[in-house]
């Protein structure tokens, strides 16, 4: 899997992810969807963005995909690894062989940056002390949401 030529995105803005999968079987593949599987921040679950293909693989030969990716404030600051899951089926002479699976993991990455934009600024209070957790959370999630805690 080549690497993109710039990494850096910003919190919202999007960012094309070209891949390129080469058909190294002895039949013609048909790619039907590409998932990327990326790092969240606060302990969810992994983030997923699919895209849908329909984009046919000859025997031999490489095919470019391309995958636009909008990171919201729950993707991973900085450095943000992915995975690429492919789904894909073999094109036989009387239609399609079963569904089959491949998962590439950790090929690549992008470089989450805050956003440049500034929207204006939100009051974070908190009474506990044992919130102080929340409150820097609500925080870290607000600067990337455009909006400036304080």
């Known amino acids: 899997m080549p690497q993109p030529l710039s990494h850096a995105v910003e919190y919202y803005g999007t960012k094309n992810i070209r891949l390129i999968f080469t058909n190294i079987s002895g039949t013609v593949q048909l790619l039907e969807v590409v998932t990327l599987q990326f790092q969240p921040d606060i302990g969810t679950a992994p983030l997923y963005v699919d895209h849908a293909c329909g984009v046919e693989v000859p025997i031999g030969k490489g095919q470019d995909v391309v995958l636009p990716v909008t990171p919201n404030p729950l993707y991973l600051q900085h450095t943000n690894q992915f995975s690429v899951m492919v789904r894909f089926r ?47 959370l609500v925080a870290r999630l607000s600067a990337r949401a455009v909006v400036q805690a304080y």
Do not use: M, N, W
Request: charged share 20%; net charge negative; proline share 4%.
């Open 90 to 136: 073999t094109v036989q002479e009387v239609g399609l062989g079963a569904q089959q699976t491949e998962t590439f993991r950790d090929c690549s990455y992008i470089i989450v940056g805050k956003p440049v934009v500034d929207l204006g600024q939100v009051f974070v209070s908190f009474k506990q002390p044992e919130d102080l957790h929340y409150a820097e």
